[in-house]
């Protein structure tokens, strides 16, 4: 049919034959036929080894993902219920729990105790610093050094000789006050003893025997355990 005559066909109305549809079943380039599919093996896509089913997800056999924990939690309940505690298991655990709270009552109020303790201590010696007030007789021209035990320890405080003569015969006395030495009358050593017993440093009893003070007599300037 020349091309005039086909032309005159199409222009009536009639169409063109369709072509021919090519297959895909024909052999590939290397030789293997292309199967149904296309994985190039001739099996189904996905139907090789390992392949899982539908429904199954991988990793997990039949049943489900938590088919294995649940395996697993049925083996640990397998063991039973823990072996209750014996009587005198219960009386130790019992007896651990009471001296452990009877120790820690112990430790707070031992350090109530202290605070309070603290706190009283504070207290008198702002009262006794309030009644030192302009008391102290020390003198500036004392020459003399009155040597006494206080607080494991020797100390001094300077006289002159008539307070040296009234010192020894109990008519005043020494108050030690933030770390200072004040001689002080009798009166006023007893008021500070009442407000803070721990400030009396020296009180002469007039009546004791002089063996008991070797540092009242005037010639022990220089104490004789002092090691040079």
Same mark, same amino acid.
């Given at each position: 049919?020349?091309?005039?005559? /086909?032309?005159?066909?199409?222009?009536?109305?009639?169409?063109?034959?369709?072509?021919?549809?090519?297959?895909?079943?024909?052999?590939?380039?290397?030789?293997?036929? %292309?199967?149904?599919?296309?994985?190039?093996?001739?099996?189904?896509?996905?139907?090789?080894?390992?392949?899982?089913?539908?429904?199954? /997800?991988?990793?997990?056999?039949?049943?489900?993902?938590?088919?294995? /924990?649940? %395996?697993?939690?049925?083996?640990?309940?397998?063991?039973?219920?823990?072996?209750?505690?014996?009587?005198?298991?219960?009386?130790?655990?019992?007896? #651990?729990?009471?001296?452990?709270?009877?120790?820690?009552?112990?430790? @707070?109020?031992?350090?109530?105790?202290? %605070?309070?303790?603290?706190?009283?201590?504070?207290?008198?010696?702002?009262?006794?610093?309030?009644?030192?007030?302009?008391?102290?007789?020390?003198?500036?021209?004392?020459?003399?050094?009155?040597?006494?035990? #206080?607080?494991?320890?020797?100390? /001094? @405080?300077?006289?002159?000789?008539?307070?040296?003569?009234?010192?020894?015969?109990?008519?005043?006395?020494?108050?030690?006050?933030?770390?200072?030495?004040?001689?002080?009358?009798?009166?006023?050593?007893?008021?500070?003893?009442?407000?803070?017993?721990?400030?009396?440093?020296?009180?002469?009893?007039?009546?004791?025997?002089?063996?008991?003070?070797? #540092?009242?007599?005037?010639? #022990?300037?220089?104490?004789?355990?002092?090691?040079?």
């Amino acid at each position: 049919m020349s091309d005039t005559l /086909r032309d005159q066909l199409l222009g009536l109305g009639f169409k063109p034959a369709p072509k021919p549809e090519r297959k895909n079943d024909g052999p590939r380039r290397d030789g293997r036929p %292309q199967g149904k599919g296309g994985n190039g093996n001739g099996k189904p896509q996905g139907a090789g080894k390992g392949e899982h089913k539908p429904g199954e /997800r991988r990793g997990h056999g039949p049943g489900g993902p938590g088919k294995g /924990r649940d %395996q697993a939690r049925a083996g640990q309940g397998q063991q039973g219920p823990r072996k209750p505690r014996s009587a005198e298991e219960m009386d130790l655990a019992k007896a #651990y729990a009471i001296r452990a709270q009877r120790e820690k009552e112990e430790r @707070i109020e031992t350090e109530r105790l202290k %605070q309070e303790e603290a706190r009283v201590r504070r207290e008198a010696k702002a009262k006794l610093e309030e009644l030192l007030k302009d008391k102290s007789l020390n003198a500036e021209a004392a020459d003399i050094a009155r040597h006494f035990p #206080y607080g494991g320890k020797i100390k /001094r @405080i300077y006289v002159t000789a008539e307070q040296l003569t009234a010192l020894n015969a109990g008519e005043l006395g020494v108050v030690q006050l933030n770390g200072r030495y004040l001689l002080v009358t009798a009166e006023v050593l007893a008021q500070s003893e009442a407000v803070f017993a721990a400030s009396v440093a020296l009180k002469v009893d007039p009546n004791a025997p002089a063996e008991e003070d070797p #540092y009242a007599d005037p010639q #022990y300037q220089v104490p004789d355990d002092l090691v040079w």
